[in-house]
């Protein structure tokens, strides 16, 4: 299956901060798309996010390619290539959807889910064509963070996951192909890796949320900014790493239950940013203050690696 951006039309059923990114990330690339939003005072917001978003990535040129409707029934679907799915985090809503997308799609368009952690295949269940669905994960934000997981269900087609994987290219983002369907996926399997060690830690008193965040931002996180854990071990020496991991595998933490520091935040209703506070308080000046400053370090990111991504045409 062959996605060429110019000629290829996207539904985004969801207009939260995940889709309004992803419907920039695929106009940037050159494909038409249409956002569906259901809830009217976003719906209303979604214009200017949408100039705003494109002019901050250099496609101001490019907004016309955007557009919003309220409802599934308001898409003309008889041209609409590919389906990305950016509903809520709940099984139920999202088999739901799927169920009606299998009806209102024509037959040969491709049905992508943004999951974080469900298995496509389970998503997927009951649907008679399967094997057009595939899920297509990016990180928020979406128009910032290159990488996109493209992960295969029991029954996709290679054909649908090929061309996805080449159209995310030519889009500017870098692909990584999951060809198992495992909860998680591959990178947020290692990131909940990294943080059952850590908040283990923090249980144990062997030390604090911030130095957890710095040994990891100014230690060995610093270094991923130019080449991922595998191509280090090269620079490093292999044999160092074996005789690393012999040591410390051990000791590491394989308990199946979420950290007591974690636990404990959710049943006091402590969840972050969102509710005031999380692992650290905080208040309206401090939260924007913060998120000013993550963004913008992000972009500077984004313009060192800008040499290792695909270029757009």
Not at 26 to 37: F, L, N, P, T
Not at 63 to 69: Q, R
Not at 142 to 169: D, I, R
Not at 276 to 293: D, L, N, S, Y
């Amino acid at each position: 299956m062959l996605f060429t951006p110019a000629e290829t039309k996207v539904v985004i059923v969801g207009g939260g901060t995940m889709g309004g990114d992803i419907a920039a990330v695929c106009a940037r690339g050159g494909c038409a798309v249409q956002v569906v939003e259901p809830t009217t005072e976003r719906r209303a917001l979604l214009p200017d996010y949408f100039a705003n978003t494109m002019t901050e990535l250099g496609y101001e040129n490019r907004i016309h390619l955007l557009s919003v409707a309220g409802s599934l029934e308001e898409v003309d679907w008889s041209d609409i290539d590919l389906v990305i799915e950016c509903v809520p985090e709940r099984i139920d809503i999202k088999q739901e959807l799927f169920a009606k997308l299998e009806k209102y799609a024509k037959p040969e368009a491709v049905l992508a889910s943004n999951s974080t952690s469900f298995p496509i295949s389970e998503i997927a269940d009951g649907l008679k064509t399967a094997a057009r669905m595939i899920g297509l994960h990016f990180f928020m934000p979406a128009h910032l963070v290159p990488c996109v997981e493209v992960v295969y269900g029991a029954k996709t087609s290679p054909l649908v996951g090929e061309g996805l994987t080449k159209l995310m290219t030519a889009c500017g983002m870098v692909p990584v192909v999951v060809k198992k369907d495992l909860p998680g996926f591959l990178a947020n399997r290692l990131q909940h890796a990294i943080l059952r060690e850590a908040f283990s830690m923090v249980d144990d008193g062997v030390c604090s949320f911030e130095d957890i965040d710095k040994a990891v931002r100014f230690g060995f996180g610093f270094r991923y900014i130019a080449a991922g854990p595998i191509m280090q071990r090269d620079h490093a020496g292999i044999e160092i790493h074996a005789a690393g991991g012999a040591k410390i595998y051990p000791t590491l933490n394989n308990s199946p239950h979420v950290a007591k520091c974690v636990s404990e935040r959710v049943a006091s209703g402590k969840f972050g940013m969102k509710t005031g506070e999380g692992f650290f308080p905080w208040t309206a000046e401090t939260m924007k203050v913060e998120r000013e400053r993550y963004q913008e370090a992000l972009r500077a990111g984004l313009k060192i690696i800008q040499k290792d991504l695909p270029q757009i045409k």
